[in-house]
T-cell receptor
Framework: EAGVAQSPRYKIIEKRQSVAFWCNPISGHATLYWYQQILGQGPKLLIQFQNNGVVDDSQLPKDRFSAERLKGVDSTLKIQPAKLEDSAVYLC???????????FGDGTRLSIL | GQQLNQSPQSMFIQEGEDVSMNCTSSSIFNTWLWYKQDPGEGPVLLIALYKAGELTSNGRLTAQFGITRKDSFLNISASIPSDVGIYFCAGLRHSGNTPLVFGKGTRLSVIA
């Protein structure tokens, strides 16, 4: 089966600019996650969707980050405006349900200048 | 928030040696997962453990779900150069919507 697809792979922007990331989960996976991974650390959950509804966004900095999964399949994560500390790899993952192992995409490496 | 203590933080071994790493928590988990991450790629699931005491193998990898449900270990036998990478443990609780919790990773280097 095809894995989790993410784009772009790399993005370089200046602080205060906006950026958006796209994710297409594994077919049939109802649960989709966005993670932030800072260099040298494990992934940190930003937001979890079950179909097109938000299950957990408690660690999402809502003043600048937003995410949607309008049709319950693809998802986009947006940062507006970006700060220097947002430099990280943004990983998307999906699973059949919230209690099943998650499968990750290769991530988008974001650099803020 | 919850944290997983993963050790060692890094290790350098000779090709052919066996490797052992572990993960401990102050909280109980219902599922333990082990992932491997190569540079520039996302974590890849290696082994999933669902029951306390469970011992599961995947090729040269063996992982165990601790009896107390608060720990897990991963062994790699007869290491090869492609085993190089960062290994993450992750724990999942099935109650409510608690997220997957990751350790900080063990960076493995294999010397040929």
């Amino acid at each position: 089966e095809a894995g989790v697809a993410q784009s772009p792979r790399y993005k370089i922007i200046e602080k205060r600019q906006s950026v958006a990331f796209w994710c297409n989960p594994i077919s049939g996976h109802a649960t989709l996650y966005w993670y932030q991974q800072i260099l040298g650390q494990g992934p940190k959950l930003l937001i979890q969707f079950q179909n097109n509804g938000v299950v957990d966004d408690s660690q999402l900095p809502k003043d600048r980050f937003s995410a949607e999964r309008l049709k319950g399949v693809d998802s986009t994560l947006k940062i507006q405006p970006a700060k220097l500390e947002d430099s990280a790899v943004y990983l998307c993952a999906s699973s059949h349900s919230g209690n099943q192992p998650q499968h990750f995409g290769d991530g988008t490496r974001l650099s803020i200048l | 928030g919850q944290q997983l203590n993963q050790s060692p933080q890094s290790m350098f071994i000779q090709e052919g040696e066996d490797v052992s790493m572990n993960c401990t928590s102050s909280s109980i988990f219902n599922t333990w997962l082990w992932y491997k991450q190569d540079p520039g790629e996302g974590p890849v699931l290696l082994i999933a453990l669902y029951k306390a005491g469970e011992l599961t193998s995947n090729g040269r990898l063996t992982a165990q779900f601790g009896i107390t449900r608060k720990d897990s270990f991963l062994n790699i036998s007869a290491s090869i150069p492609s085993d190089v990478g960062i290994y993450f443990c992750a724990g999942l609780r099935h109650s409510g919507n608690t997220p997957l919790v990751f350790g900080k990773g063990t960076r493995l280097s294999v010397i040929a």
